[in-house]
């Protein structure tokens, strides 16, 4: 069986997701009620930065949750093409095509969001770090995947092994976050995974 591993060069990452933007949502199958629980779990609201935005899967679940405003945010300038065709004239919604780690933005957000793409980032402690400083103090960064740590790994060893790290146990990514944020939630479960912390200061 193939180990898992993440690809260090961002252009090969980017290339990656650049060649499958424009079949993407064929193959995505979000599960409602799932992600309504873990928005509700996340409290996620107000302005919200979407990391790993992708073609936009989680909008219309921000905005079935009365949230602000969304900023979506992905490596790939192709999966951001498709998003923008998808929510042309959505004025909530705007999308950057840029390395979220690597971003600065003007106003601070609400909730940050990295929804199924944890696995993508090959430095966590650099990841939350940045997401901890886009946040305002009280603001909640939430990091979700829809399905439980043993699926997840089994599909991206059968589909990006080179892409993907596997994904830690939220007990220990809790840990990472310590320093940065206070942790509010914490689900490890066969059909979802969440961490949620808040900025205290």
């Given at each position: ?62 905005i ?70 886009d946040?305002r ?21 059968g ?43």
């Open positions: 069986m193939t180990d898992l591993r993440s690809a260090d060069n961002l252009e090969e990452v980017r290339a990656y997701f650049d060649q499958r933007a424009s079949g993407w949502d064929e193959r995505q199958h979000p599960d409602p009620e799932v992600i309504e629980d873990i928005l509700k779990k996340g409290k996620v609201g107000g302005r919200v930065l979407d990391v790993a935005c992708g073609t936009g899967v989680m909008i219309p679940f921000y079935r949750a009365g949230v602000r405003s969304v900023v979506g945010v992905d490596l790939s300038p192709k999966m951001i093409e498709e998003a923008e065709k998808k929510f042309e004239g959505e004025k909530k919604v705007s999308f950057l095509a840029l390395d979220a780690l690597e971003a600065e933005f003007e106003e601070p957000f609400d909730t940050v969001v990295v929804f199924n793409a944890w696995p993508h980032f090959i430095q966590p402690l650099k990841a939350i770090c940045a997401f901890a400083g946040l103090p009280g603001g909640r960064l939430v990091i979700a995947h829809d399905k439980g740590r043993k699926q997840l790994d089994n599909i991206h060893r589909g990006a092994p080179f892409l993907s790290l596997p994904l830690p146990p939220a007990s220990l990514l809790a840990e990472r976050m310590e320093g940065w944020l206070k942790v509010e939630e914490e689900r490890d479960l066969e059909d979802r995974y969440e961490v949620v912390g808040k900025k205290i200061a």
